[in-house]
């Protein structure tokens, strides 16, 4: 096929409106319910650079560092960057229908699919890996399709550069370039293999990766940790089925492109120079299914596939009113899902919201947790109530102590600590303990003062726990019904029974690793 030239023709304006419609939703839904469990982790790598964490490599904690020195503790602190990234990502899904050969219908219709699927929402809408994880997927498939369309090996390397930095970011990476690689082997465009600038766009990725991976094997290789313990107590419930029906969820009246598209990449002769990244793409989401991986490991490739059902659908709609009708359909049926993307209402209302869409349209997909069961909000929404009452409640207990330095934190699990550790800042809490997540390799292993007042956080006060100390109180345990940690407590233990210190160090020594506990 006929290589295609570097154009000078730009986006359309259009598609910088629409990034910045989508920037704007987020911004004004952001702050409606709190802080999300994994947010409170993610944000607390700040405090702690390294070249990597328990379960995730280092960028995340880089970004959470610089936005706590630019804007400290707040939610949006935490929230802007995603927030911004969002309007990147329909900037980038225009380009990639760009190079499929798009024009300006095309580049506007998939900016509108991007913009309303509910996996952008809230993607974008958190502090997490994810989002960052769908830029660079993106990129990727970008990046290939640039090459394919020049045959410039400049691109090879910032191909390199891009996989680099996406393996510091999130590990899954990985199997989106494995995915293509193979695709390509099995392809014509298997003469990659014998460029030099390939083997220098590796030696790149490696570079740009070797930090964590050095860390990796300091640590013993946490990754594999993190994996058993995920494949232990998620992915277990993960249902074969549900993970293919799930994907149309996910992409919801954006499948009215994602369809076409990936059908046209498979038979259209004009799209036959891209349909590696087709076969790739089907290799990815084969494997995951395969492995059991989460319905959402997959959203990194919806941009290809919806770029190619925008240049399908314009190639197809020729007038003007068959061209806004399509859009404005899919924005106006988008409309009612909204709510399972970002919450737009307060919690009660998203309840009666949920109750509503289940019972008459069947829709429990988003209510279904990692235990296998349905509940009345969707996790992440779940997730995101009872951080605050938590931390006020801790501090309560703090400040009830007469000697601070005599004082420890324990959180049980990295959601607590993390309210502690982000959250309680405004209350000037001491960092926490816990032996969960990254946090392992924060806590003290030999406390620099006699410890003899504990606050305690998890969900009942245990045995162990209460066999230390002459009196344990519960200050107070948080009371939103809907809050996933609904009912954990906090307890002010006084009086020690035995040396707390020694107590200490001896349970530190039984804790191997972070996802033991």
Request: proline share 4%.
């Amino acid at each position: 096929m006929k290589i295609r030239s570097e154009t000078n023709n730009s986006l359309s304006g259009y598609v910088f409106i629409i990034a910045f419609l989508n920037i704007l939703l987020h911004l004004v839904f952001y702050n409606t319910l709190g802080f999300h469990r994994d947010e409170l982790l993610y944000f607390s790598l700040g405090q702690h650079l390294a070249a990597g964490y328990a379960s995730v490599p280092p960028m995340v904690g880089f970004v959470s560092w610089v936005m706590i020195h630019l804007l400290g503790y707040s939610l949006l602190s935490a929230r802007l960057i995603p927030i911004l990234l969002s309007g990147v990502y329909v900037i980038l899904g225009a380009s990639v229908a760009k190079e499929l050969g798009g024009k300006k219908y095309a580049q506007i219709l998939v900016s509108i699919a991007l913009m309303v699927t509910p996996f952008n929402l809230r993607a974008f809408l958190l502090f997490q890996p994810v989002g960052f994880g769908i830029i660079f997927w993106g990129l990727i498939i970008w990046v290939i399709l640039k090459w394919l369309n020049t045959n410039d090996d400049k691109y090879l390397l910032l191909l390199g550069l891009v996989a680099g930095l996406g393996m510091l970011n999130k590990y899954l990476i990985a199997l989106e370039i494995f995915g293509f690689l193979l695709a390509f082997a099995l392809s014509n465009k298997r003469i990659v293999f014998t460029k030099k600038a390939f083997y220098i766009c590796l030696l790149i990725s490696f570079v740009v990766f070797l930090p964590n991976f050095i860390w990796q094997i300091k640590e013993h290789l946490p990754v594999m940790e993190h994996m058993q313990a995920l494949e232990n107590s998620q992915l277990v419930h993960v249902n074969r089925f549900s993970f293919f029906t799930d994907q149309f969820f996910l992409a919801s009246m954006a499948a009215v492109l994602a369809i076409p598209g990936i059908i046209s990449l498979l038979v259209s002769k004009k799209l036959k120079l891209y349909r590696p990244l087709l076969i790739g793409s089907i290799i990815v989401v084969l494997i995951l299914a395969l492995l059991r991986g989460k319905s959402y490991y997959t959203i990194g490739l919806f941009i290809l596939w919806i770029a190619a059902g925008g240049v399908w659908w314009e190639s197809r709609l020729k007038k003007q009113g068959s061209r806004i009708l399509l859009a404005a359909v899919i924005i106006l049926l988008t409309l009612p899902v909204v709510p399972m993307g970002i919450p737009v209402f307060r919690a009660k209302k998203l309840v009666k919201y949920f109750a509503v869409a289940m019972d008459k349209f069947g829709m429990d997909a988003s209510l279904r947790w990692e235990d296998g069961r349905i509940h009345d909000l969707p996790q992440d929404y779940a997730d995101m109530l009872g951080w605050r009452e938590l931390a006020a409640i801790t501090a309560k207990a703090y400040n009830e102590i007469p000697d601070k330095q005599g004082a420890m934190i324990y959180a049980e699990n990295y959601g607590e600590a993390g309210s502690v550790m982000v959250i309680g800042k405004k209350y000037h809490l001491p960092d926490p303990s816990c032996f969960n997540g990254s946090f392992f390799y924060w806590f003290p292993r030999h406390p620099k003062h006699q410890i003899t007042s504990f606050i305690y956080i998890n969900s009942e006060l245990g045995k162990d726990v209460a066999s230390l100390f002459g009196e344990c109180r519960e200050i107070g345990k948080i009371s939103n019904p809907l809050a996933r940690e609904y009912g954990t407590g906090v307890w002010l233990c006084t009086q020690p029974r035995v040396d707390f210190n020694k107590f200490w160090e001896q349970r530190v020594s039984e804790i191997k690793n972070p996802f033991s506990h």
